[in-house]
């Protein structure tokens, strides 16, 4: 493989990024410093290093997008720009896909991975990762909106999860946490409360927050205690694999 392609689809670099990396004399393969980012390399065999630090080539990515409005969240789309083109070219060949769904008009933290496993463990319902949104809506919420949320609102023939609701002191917006992701959530428990959502953010997934300074339509690659993060958020709560065991241990 190509090394600019290598440092590319690592997540680390676009291969113009990763040329630049290469002729400034940061990356060394097997501790010899490099000058062509065409260089062949072995992923599997060669150690390669960025300004001394070992480059891993890892199985799965777990790249972090500030998703910008106007995306949408899949890897294909006739009519709108997908999420995945915000990626440079040897990365969006990995195959990876939003985890989970936000609206067109929605921006914020959008996860996007190729381990299918781990994606469809974080986004089933079974499972109770938290999201966290920031919202603006009008006109101000009602005084029972907290409780109503927490409740867990009627939707339609559903009952939403019960959520918290962290309001603005002008109650013209804030922060709700979901574990669910029912289609427009946030924006129909708005509605329902008598209100419209002007804004929405996804701040946080999984533990995970949005980097207050990457700009929308940036990525970057989830650290190792992220990923980690991941792996644990997928816990069922409330439910240890013995404690659901429908037989007695033979005594
Ligand atoms: N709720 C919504 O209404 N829209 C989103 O994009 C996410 C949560």
């Known amino acids: 493989m190509r090394l600019d392609r290598f440092l590319s689809a690592c997540g680390l670099f676009s291969r113009r990024e990763a040329d630049a990396a290469v002729r400034t004399g ?8 490099v000058r ?6 072995d992923p599997d065999r060669d150690a390669v290093t960025l300004d001394g630090l070992p480059i891993l080539y890892r199985r799965f990515l777990y790249i972090l997008l500030n998703k910008p409005a106007g995306y949408i969240s899949a890897t294909e789309d006739g009519r709108f720009p997908c999420v995945t083109e915000l990626l440079p070219p040897d990365m969006q060949k990995r195959g990876l896909f939003p985890c989970g769904r936000l609206d067109r008009d929605t921006v ?17 319902p079974k499972h109770h990762v938290e999201k966290v949104y920031a919202f603006s809506c009008t006109p101000a919420l009602p005084p029972s909106a907290e409780a109503e949320i ?11 999860k019960p959520a918290a609701l962290l309001c603005t002191p002008d109650r013209c917006g804030g922060q709700i946490t979901l574990t669910e992701g029912k289609y427009h959530q946030i ?12 804004a929405l953010e996804r701040i946080a997934f999984a533990g995970i927050r949005l ?21 644990a958020a997928d816990i069922e709560k409330g439910e240890i694999p013995w404690t659901s065991c429908k037989h007695s241990p033979r005594s």
């Open 211 to 231: 980097d207050a300074d990457l700009p929308r339509g940036a990525f970057r690659p989830c650290s190792d205690q992220e990923i980690e993060r991941l792996r």
């Open 150 to 160: 927490l409740a867990g609102m009627p939707l339609g023939d559903e009952i939403c």
């Open 36 to 41: 062509s980012a065409a260089l062949h390399i």
């Open 26 to 33: 940061r990356i060394a393969v097997n501790g010899e410093p």
């Open 187 to 198: 924006k129909r428990m708005i509605a329902a409360l008598g209100s419209r959502v002007t």
């Open 108 to 124: 914020g933290l959008m996860l996007l991975t190729d381990d299918g496993a781990l994606a469809h463990r974080l986004l089933s």
